[in-house]
């Protein structure tokens, strides 16, 4: 069988342009801490009806998994462990771990963990594993850069660093307080700071990435726009569960 793969799945065959479903229908969703990625990333999945996959709760789940064993190779963590992501659990050789993922032990070494190259290299065979060939949604830093660069569509969400300090810190401490948004803002700095200096990985649009600005908008309206840039910019059908 003879062909040629165009940009979007198509198939030159004896002159005629046969439609077939992409080889990967992902949906990149990248952005900075706190603009809302994860809250986002489900509701976005439930409306669509296709599953959705956090990098940042595998990157979480190694670093967690070597704080309980120190001396244990890291790399050697993420390459052989089982790693299973269901909706918002994660599972480690079988064991749900999901609620050990944002403790403050987690957050402060979870930036050493994903600076590792071999660690990065062994997530994102992880999600390619995960995300196989049905439609998804994928979270993170660098999913449309380096983990999926062939991605459907690229989404890139920002928001000001006062909205996302607010968000932050709302979500860590319910009602907003002034010191609390303040601690907020200072600690996103520095996470800004690293996501996008790292050598690896790094925290940046893709070149053909959506940025979406949801500074001013709450999370039903940057539902509702994103549905809409999904419509506009998939081909037809690529995010609807049915496609086959
Ligand atoms: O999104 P999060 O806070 O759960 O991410 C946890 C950590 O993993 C954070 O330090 C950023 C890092 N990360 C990354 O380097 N690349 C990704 N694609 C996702 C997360």
Redesign the pocket.
Known sequence: MSGRRSDRGGRRDGGSVRRRPPLTRVLALDGP?GVG?STVAVRLAERLGIRWF????L??GVTLLSLRAPGKDVVEIAETTDWQLRGGSLLADGVDVAAQLHTADVDQA??QV?AVPEVRQAVRQVLHRLVGTLPAIVE????GTE?FPDALVKLFLDATPEVRAQRRSRQRHGEEQEGAVQNAAAALER?DQH?RS?PV?ALRPAEDAIIVDTSRLTVDGVCDSLVAVVRKNAPQGAFSPSYE
């Open positions: 801490a990625k956090s990098s940042g709760a990157y979480r979870v930036p994903s993170g830093r660098d999913i983990v996470r996501d790292k990985g």
